[in-house]
């Protein structure tokens, strides 16, 4: 049986892992709580409540007034900076303590439903890196930016507070520079490209195991008992775009239609249309990224003609392949290939 998916309308997040936060900056820059309240179904008094959860549809409302109100390009880097160094907060505290880089984001991979709900990674190395591949777990609407801002900001932060450097670390971006100057400021002048084919992280492999300044197994290992207690309020789930993804990149090259999925996922068809339209998506969208994701980790690995991709992929005939190839990244597989060395 596969794990249990969750919905816009589950509370699966906690109003102490972000909401507070979120809500203290807000008003340290003159905003009214009850005018960030409005239109949820958060309460003042809930907020004071150690485990008092919401779900995404609060979540996003709360976003767009505190921006509404605040209105500071500043705002999704301060929450970043104010999560990773937040007391209340059992998984930002052992990543302070880890042995490494590699533990720290181990641990908040594993963890993640209990701050990051809304992302999910793809790891891999590309020469001397490691790189962290951002994907939306599920419809953030016009707040992916802003969300996908606090999980760099906490993640650089976290870098430069245990390493001391963030030096031959890169951070690609899809989305167009709104504020370059003020961005790059912001990112601690680090290597920052916009109109990438990607949200990416690059990570040299030289920070990878360097031994953090505040490791303390003991610390670590304390945070981490706390988190998997946590578990037993805020169960691993995932959402379901991702959920459908997962299953769609286990069965390459085989192609699963929507029926398919949908039984895997204890759904009707008509249902999982329904909910993936929730998440301003559908069914071909998610497929078509999935192979994206996969052609690109293919033509990184190595040197294939694009009939080996195209059978790799589930496509009968290799222009079609081609075609959508070019759709995806504005390039033809070849000239793809050029971005990489392969010696």
Same mark, same amino acid.
């Given at each position: 049986m596969s794990r249990?998916?969750?919905? @816009?309308?589950?509370?699966?997040?906690?109003?102490?892992?972000?909401?507070?936060?979120? !809500?203290?900056?807000?008003?340290?820059r003159g905003a009214v709580l009850h005018k960030l309240l409005s239109g949820t179904g958060i309460f003042e008094q809930d907020l004071h409540k150690p485990l008092g959860r919401l779900h995404h549809t609060d979540w996003l409302t709360l976003l767009q007034n505190?921006?509404?109100?605040?209105?500071? /390009?500043?705002? /999704? $880097? !301060?929450?970043?900076?104010?999560?990773?160094?937040?007391? @209340? =907060? %059992?998984l +930002?505290?052992?990543?302070? $303590?880890?042995?490494?880089?590699?533990?720290?984001?181990?641990q908040? @991979?594993?963890?993640?439903?209990? *701050?990051?709900? +809304?992302? @999910? =990674?793809?790891? $891999?190395q590309q020469q001397h890196c490691i790189v962290l591949e951002f994907k939306p777990a599920l419809g953030l609407a016009n707040q992916q930016a802003f969300m996908l801002t606090v999980l760099c900001s906490l993640l650089l932060g976290l870098i430069k507070q245990q390493l001391g450097t963030l030096s031959g670390v890169s951070l690609q971006l899809q989305q167009s520079a709104e504020s370059p100057a003020l961005q790059q400021q912001l990112f601690g002048g680090l290597n920052l490209s916009f109109n990438q084919v990607a949200n990416s992280l690059s990570i040299p492999l030289a920070l990878?195991?360097?031994?953090?300044?505040?490791?303390?197994?003991?610390?670590?290992?304390?945070?981490?008992?706390?988190?998997?207690?946590?578990?037993?309020?805020?169960?691993?789930?995932?959402?379901? /775009?991702?959920?459908?993804?997962? *299953?769609?990149?286990?069965a390459l090259p085989q192609l699963l239609n929507q029926e398919q999925i949908a039984a895997a996922l204890g759904l009707s068809s008509s249902s999982l249309k329904r909910q993936l339209?929730?998440?301003?998506?559908?069914?071909? %969208?998610?497929?078509?990224?999935?192979?994206?994701d996969a052609a690109r980790q293919l033509?990184?690995?190595?040197? $294939?003609?694009?009939?080996?991709?195209?059978?790799? !992929?589930?496509? %009968?005939?290799?222009?079609?392949?081609?075609?959508?190839?070019?759709?995806?990244?504005g390039l033809i597989p070849s000239s793809f290939k050029g971005l990489f060395n392969f010696n």
């Open positions: 249990r998916h969750f919905g @816009y309308q589950d509370k699966v997040l906690l109003l102490q892992h972000g909401s507070t936060e979120l !809500l203290a900056l807000a008003q340290r505190c921006r509404q109100q605040v209105q500071s /390009p500043e705002l /999704p $880097y !301060l929450l970043g900076s104010a999560l990773l160094n937040s007391r @209340y =907060i %059992s +930002c505290q052992s990543l302070q $303590y880890a042995k490494n880089l590699r533990q720290a984001l181990a908040l @991979y594993y963890f993640r439903h209990q *701050l990051f709900p +809304c992302f @999910y =990674i793809r790891l $891999y990878w195991q360097q031994e953090f300044n505040h490791a303390n197994a003991a610390e670590f290992n304390a945070a981490r008992r706390t988190c998997r207690q946590l578990n037993h309020v805020l169960p691993k789930q995932r959402a379901l /775009p991702e959920s459908v993804c997962r *299953l769609q990149r286990r339209s929730q998440h301003q998506t559908n069914f071909a %969208s998610l497929l078509d990224e999935v192979r994206r033509l990184r690995q190595g040197n $294939y003609s694009n009939r080996q991709l195209a059978l790799k !992929l589930g496509y %009968s005939d290799e222009h079609n392949f081609r075609r959508a190839f070019k759709r995806w990244t």
